[in-house]
């Protein structure tokens, strides 16, 4: 068995404010690590911590720019137990991903769409929700109730094997 890291956050920026306020949820973005110390992780989101314009498929760096700007980021880690089956399947997506970044898009749009249930999604364009359950199904770790396009960060709360290891600033996690 392996294990991967499911990170709901809250950062305080302007765009997480307006999703937590829209989605009346502690937490806006949701982010995936192979490694408990959560040191990178991956997700969608803006490519540079000053712009929101440029976004897309993101490593995230725990001790990065971004993290040292909103220091403040609140989290909650779930650890998820996964076949090794499973772990290599994410694993592969993610490195496609990785070396095809340029193609993959954040969901601007979608953003709109989901919010009103709309269920249309566009090729290679994700939000961070939708990015993780999705990884999550396609390697059969868990299934959702609903459709992944719709997933929020609230609905991985439903995950049923999965364990909260951490709960407070995610600067202070270890």
């Known amino acids: 068995m392996k294990k991967l890291y499911i990170i709901q956050m ?12 829209i989605t009346n949820y502690n937490y806006s973005h949701i982010a995936l690590s192979f490694k408990k110390s959560c040191r ?3 997700s969608f989101g803006r490519k540079k911590y000053n712009s929101i314009i440029n976004a897309g498929f993101v490593i ?17 880690i779930y650890e998820l137990q996964v076949s090794k089956k499973q772990f290599k399947k994410i694993k592969k997506r993610i490195l496609y991903m990785k070396n095809n970044a340029h193609i993959f898009r954040y969901d601007y ?7 009103f249930k709309l269920p ?3 090729k290679n364009k994700y939000v961070c929700s939708y990015f993780v359950a999705n990884l999550l199904e396609e ?36």
């Open 10 to 21: 809250h950062t305080k920026t302007i765009p997480a404010r307006l999703i937590k306020f």
């Open 40 to 42: 990178i992780m991956y």
């Open 60 to 76: 995230e760096h725990k001790n990065g720019k971004f993290f040292k700007k909103f220091k403040d980021t609140e989290c909650r």
């Open 109 to 115: 749009f979608g953003i709109f769409l989901r919010y």
């Open 120 to 122: 249309i999604f566009f």
């Open 139 to 174: 390697a059969g770790v868990c299934r959702f109730k609903k459709k992944t396009i719709f997933i929020e960060p609230k609905d991985f709360e439903l995950i049923s094997n999965k364990k909260e290891i951490y709960s407070g600033k995610f600067l202070n996690c270890k």
